[in-house]
């Protein structure tokens, strides 16, 4: 069964057309991420939510949002997608306790800017 | 510097080879470290984790030198199916969470 869920697994959306991510999990995991990959690259860490703390990394553009509403969900705002948004968006999940805690993947998410 | 680096590939090796990885951190004070394996276009899977005194896992083993900050992966007798690529990931601290750094993959090809 599905630990992490992400929907859709591929979205095609317009040039500056708003578009919103979503990813849930069944682990009751305190740590919810999200990674941007691009073709042949290291997945790039967006921001990561420790329960309600929201951390976001210094060089996430402003255009990423996030909004996690309870402890299963998770959701990835893209306020104006740009061609080079395009990429595969992860979501995963990690305890907090412990240093040897392994994070958890959903499928992915594929995002295509036309 | 990137935090986490590791060459790229790819790595084209026959059936039955033994192939290295390796992959150097940056953060001295990294906490924990892991092995994903990564098909063509799917999210990382764990492959192993990687514990200080080096662990095997069938015929994949890990090692870490803390002291020259590297995170090395044996792949025994290889097999068409480990074709895939091999991500290093270290996990440090931030507050109370433990955040996983990616470098960005060695890609093995392993041909009949």
């Known amino acids: 069964d599905a630990m992490v869920i992400q929907n859709p697994r591929y979205q095609v959306t317009q040039f500056g057309k708003p578009v919103t991510l979503s990813c849930s999990q069944t682990l009751n995991h305190n740590v919810m991420y999200w990674y941007q990959q691009k073709s042949s690259q290291a997945p790039k860490l967006l921001f990561h939510y420790y329960d309600k703390d929201f951390n976001n990394e210094a060089d996430t553009p402003d255009n990423f949002q996030s909004r996690r509403p309870n402890t299963s969900f998770c959701f990835l705002d893209i306020r104006s997608p740009g061609l080079g948004d395009a990429a595969m968006y992860l979501c995963a999940t990690s305890r907090a306790t412990g240093a040897a805690t392994e994070a958890f993947f959903g499928q992915g998410t594929r995002l295509t800017v036309v | ?112």
């Open chain 2, 1 to 112: 510097r990137k935090e986490v680096e590791q060459d790229p590939g790819p790595f084209n090796v026959p059936e039955g080879a033994t192939v290295a990885f390796n992959c150097t951190y940056s953060n001295s004070a990294s906490q924990s470290f892991f092995w994903y394996r990564q098909d063509c276009r799917k999210e990382p899977k764990l492959l192993m984790s990687v514990y200080s005194s080096g662990n095997e896992d069938g015929r994949f083993t890990a090692q870490l030198n803390r002291a020259s900050q590297y995170i090395s992966l044996l792949i025994r007798d290889s097999k068409l199916s480990d074709s895939a690529t091999y991500l290093c990931v270290v996990n440090g601290a931030s507050g109370g969470s433990y955040i996983p750094t990616f470098g960005r993959g060695t890609s093995l090809i392993v041909h009949p």
